[in-house]
């Protein structure tokens, strides 16, 4: 938190932005500060109006979810589509899934299947699964079960390191940082 907060005061250009939005991040989960979703979203706001597509992805997602703020799905598409066209993957997959669902906006197999797509190529599970679903049922794009298997063989793959790296921050946030190194050091040899 020292770091992001000495970076952000030093006013760098080219880190402050990107300092205020991770701020923020530790101010929504309560990682190492008090969690406050009002501070979490004021640094939001800062590194959004200095042009940082996570800053557009936390606000999106705040709104869309409620977190801090009255829930507003016109604003979260809003904030969401800005970080999406800056290739910001995470904000790529949750608009995808509002067209997939329906929320905020009508439902929309063909956009939300281009979205999970897109996403599922930047290594993004969740858009993975997605996309091997809607190839499996047709949805929004024609039935490929060999599509459909390809990706979800990809998410369980993937599946297997992401769990580590759970675990690794989990020791991290415990202060068991032998242990929480360790497991990144085997998964950084793995390729990971």
């Not at 990107?18 to 979490?40: F, I, K, P, W």
């Not at 281009?114 to 997605?130: G, P, Q, R, S």
């Not at 990706?151 to 242990?179: H, I, M, P």
Request: glycine content about 8%.
């Amino acid at each position: 938190r020292m770091y992001f907060e000495a970076a952000y005061q030093a006013q760098d250009p080219d880190v402050s932005p990107r300092a205020a939005a991770l701020l923020g991040s530790l101010y929504e989960d309560g990682h190492g500060v008090e969690q406050s979703n009002e501070t979490a979203l004021e640094y939001y706001q800062i590194a959004y109006d200095q042009g940082t597509p996570h800053g557009a992805y936390r606000l999106g997602r705040a709104y869309l979810r409620g977190t801090g703020v009255d829930q507003n799905y016109e604003l979260a598409l809003e904030y969401l589509k800005k970080a999406a066209d800056e290739m910001h993957v995470a904000a790529t997959t949750e608009l995808a899934k509002m067209y997939y669902h329906g929320i905020g906006v009508q439902f929309d197999y063909t956009k939300a299947v281009m979205l999970f797509n897109t996403a599922a190529v930047h290594d993004d599970a969740e858009a993975k699964f997605y996309f091997a679903r809607m190839n499996h049922y047709g949805l929004g794009t024609p039935e490929r079960c060999t599509t459909a298997l390809s990706w979800y063989q990809s998410v369980a793959v993937k599946g297997e390191w992401v769990y580590e790296f759970d675990t690794a921050l989990n020791e991290y946030l415990e202060e068991n940082y032998d242990t929480a190194l360790l497991i990144y050091e085997k998964l950084a040899a793995r390729g990971f």
